[in-house]
């Protein structure tokens, strides 16, 4: 028997056409009366559901829970919901305005159809935007709300070269997650053209600079102040390289600031061609992560530009500075980049520390720690904290006269292993100071590796060259030794030796390598060192230089005659000197 005998608590059905309660069947007690009646071949199936509701009203009330199988379709623009927990029943409509999803615009997302119209109307109806999974096929679109995506949803460029995928258009943004694909194509993926936006993560991926455009293409380009972002990935930023290169070798860029108080907390680049890239303004970033770059991981040129920590693996410079003040705590290289820090025309730098480490595959290790870039002319004061690791190859630290002046270089230890590959290599200026104006380095000690006997059978010299500074300069302590390949076997130590252009006072440490110094008029002085073999490439008794009592030169070249060197017996400046060691005739 029916659990009620209200009309409207059943649901009839004849052949499977829904009847309408009242108008095409009544209920009387426990009588239920077709209004047109029906045959004995017709099937007439009743339900009684216990509640009372019209089930083909125009506004149906439900009480209690209803299960629903199929679809529903239609326009629901009254009725509210509660949600759990809350106090409050809000219409479905409402609710769903809150955040607006672009395919209730019409966006499809299949990666094929142009999605363009359909998300710029979702943008432009003011609500936060959502983007769900999909590769939505767009360019040229102007943000003006608040913006977030699904993980699996990327925006795909299809524009024309030098176009945009999204330019941020309003001041103040809160972009939560932003993908962008550039479809290997020339364009910028991200503008960002007004003050105070954020980021919490940008991924962007597949951009290509051909010889058609040159200065255009970009990861992310900021041209506004106050830009905060907080984890950057870009990926296969590459140079699309043919008969005739674009006269930009460092193009595409994976990020460009040209705007003030930008802060970014983290920057990787994989397989790109250049990483973080500073035109103007005050930049700081904790991170920045290179790997496999065919150019520079940091291009600083200009403005002020704070890195906690920047790590290279690439075949370029590391670190370029070129720009107002450029501070980073620790520059770590990988493998066989060109040099970790290059220095053209830069006002300030200051490094805590430039580690060299070698490939773990290929034992391959950076070719210089630092230089003076061909275009520079005058660079201001350097200070590095500390150089270790590891060498490969010709130089260690060339500020070469011909490629203009540091006005004063500051480094407070240079710890290294210098493999020497070619005998060849160590006639260069390994480590040339001749275009600092003044220099103050505390300690130098240096283990030359000769990798496959490189020197054997020869008489190589390791060359240090000063110049003439103009201002007060020294190095504290300087060490030497130089192994066979394993690190540990001394070579013989008359196959080379360290000659010093430009070093009067020769006071030098050195194992298992005689020196030489080339005195010259306003050479610096090498201080507090302990011991030495040293030998002079002048007369016998210096004519320059200060020196203490005590110290000794050894005369080059002696002959029947005369004498082994000579001895310092008054300090000054010169001194007075005194031959010792007289050779029989």
Known sequence: APTSTDVKSFIVDLDGVVQKPTTDFTVSGSTLTLTTGASVDQVLTVRNIGVTRDILGDSPTVTGDLTVTGAISGTMSSGTVTSTGSTTARSLATRFAEVVNVKDYGAVGDGATDDTAAIQAAIDSGGDVFVPEGTYMCNGLSLTTSFDMSPAATLKFNGSPGEKVITLAAANLNIHRLNTDGASDDCTLVYVGSNGCTIDYLNMSNVTCTTAVTSVTYGINIQADDTTISSIRCNDFVHGFGPSPTPNRSAPQSVHINGTRTHITDITCMDCVCGLLTSSGVTTCDSVRCMDMYDNGIYHLGGDLYVDSLYYHGADEACVAKGRNLHVGMITTLGDCNQALGLEDVENVSVGEILLLPDPDSGETASNCLSLRSANTASGNVYIGRISGEVRGELILSCSSDRGTVDYLTINAIQLRH??????????????????????????????????????????????????????????????????????????????????????????????????????????RLQNIQYGELGTANDVTPSIGTWRVGQKLYDKAPSAGGSIGAVCTVAGTPGTWKTFGDIAS
């Open 419 to 524: 493999t020497i590959i070619d005998g060849d290599e160590a006639t260069t200026w390994w480590l040339n100071l001749s275009g600092c104006k003044g220099f103050n380095i505390a300690d130098i000690d240096i283990v030359m590796l000769d990798d496959e006997d490189a020197l054997e059978g020869t008489t190589t010299e390791f060359y240090m060259k000063a110049g003439t500074p103009t201002k007060d300069s020294w190095i504290g302590s300087f060490r030497v030794s130089c192994k066979k390949a394993d690190g540990v076997t001394d070579a013989p130590a008359s196959q080379y030796s360290v000659r010093g252009e430009g070093f009067a006072q020769a006071l030098v440490r050195v194992d298992n390598a005689p020196w030489r110094t080339d005195s010259s008029a306003g050479s610096p």
